[in-house]
């Protein structure tokens, strides 16, 4: 028996199941928690599955994968629960009782700053929760059909910004190259990277514009105001990608950017190779990877700049950038 299979066997006797994603649920998280509930339905028996996630509201990039997710829901009380892509109980928000209240409770997530707030945890600090999820399908020799390594890749691609940060390794790129025989990698890749709205786009050009640079361009902090926010309208997925393309600027360490949610702040972070922002988030009550992590606030937004600056100010000047060979 490997070791999925000795923590999943006790899923065997549970008369309903629930699996939590993150506030505002990502693709990893989305397509993790689907692939999940059928393997659970299937492998054990098990009628009742439902997957719940709190939300301002879901793009239209998500469509495609949703199935029989439950936003924003009040839910019954289940017997077993499983927190999903989720480093820590206050990212599942309102659904924290939900996971608290099951009489045994699982986390599978792929965050080194992991609190393992279940009685069973399968935590590995890899490229993401899909990935995960497809070496537990492989232990149970389940097979997957097209759909699933079209999520699957999803998941890789998206939570690596298709491939270029994270906590990747070899056997990362042995996955996508298993997925690939299966999917439409031109259509995935598409759908997820160049779907942006006009919308998206306003935010960015807003962003570089309230951006600004410190140490010589190692360190940029940029913010986008709720009055800003306002006069778009925006919605949180009208952010994405944002902090993935401030972190192309040449020269730059540690990057910040802060946008509205709801009535706090959510905190955004990446770091190049060397630098920490994990750290920084955790401390925050965030939680994330060593080069890209994230928290939510309730101070104001230049208490943020202020709190943040600090932090990668005492990394910056404690680790100069060293040169990276690239050939």
Same mark, same amino acid.
């Given at each position: ?70 936003? /924003? ?7 077993? $629960?499983?927190? &999903? !892509? ?6 599942? #928000? =309102? ?100 779907? /942006? ?7 960015? $050009?807003?962003? &570089? !514009? ?6 010589? #361009? =190692? ?109």
């Amino acid at each position: 028996m490997n070791k999925y299979e000795k923590i999943l066997n006790n899923i065997s006797d549970s008369t309903s199941v629930c699996i939590i994603g993150h506030v505002e649920p990502d693709t990893d998280a989305l397509c993790s928690a689907m692939v999940l509930r059928e393997f659970i339905m299937k492998q054990f028996g098990i009628k009742r599955v439902d997957i719940f996630a709190e939300c301002e509201s879901l793009s239209e990039i998500y469509l495609p994968i949703m199935e029989n997710i439950k936003l /924003n829901k009040t839910p019954h009380r289940y017997h077993t $629960a499983i927190m &999903i !892509d989720c480093p820590n109980l206050n990212r599942i #928000g =309102k659904y924290k009782e939900l996971f608290t209240n099951a009489k045994q409770t699982f986390v599978i997530d792929h965050h080194d700053t992991n609190n393992r707030d279940g009685d069973y945890n399968i935590v590995e600090n890899v490229s993401s929760t899909c990935e995960i999820v497809y070496k537990i399908l492989k232990a149970y020799g389940y097979p997957l059909s097209d759909k699933n390594y079209g999520k699957i890749y999803a998941g890789l691609i998206t939570d690596t910004n298709n491939f270029s940060v994270g906590a990747m390794t070899s056997n990362t790129f042995k996955i996508a190259s298993a997925c690939f025989d299966h999917i439409d990698q031109n259509a995935i890749y598409n759908h997820f990277f160049s779907n /942006n709205t006009i919308r998206n786009m306003h935010l960015l $050009a807003l962003a &570089i !514009d309230n951006m600004i640079t410190l140490e010589d #361009g =190692k360190i940029i902090l940029t913010q986008i105001t709720r009055e800003q926010a306002n006069l778009y309208k925006a919605k949180f997925d009208d952010y994405t990608g944002i902090i993935n393309r401030l972190a192309t600027i040449a020269g730059n360490c540690m990057v910040c950017f802060v946008q509205p949610k709801n009535d706090n702040y959510y905190v955004s972070m990446r770091a190049k190779r060397g630098f920490d922002v994990a750290v920084i988030a955790k401390k925050f009550g965030g939680g994330g990877h060593v080069g890209a992590a994230a928290y939510l606030s309730n101070k104001s937004i230049k208490e943020i700049e202020e709190e943040v600056l600090k932090e990668f100010l005492d990394q910056v000047h404690d680790k100069p950038l060293s040169h990276i060979k690239v050939f």
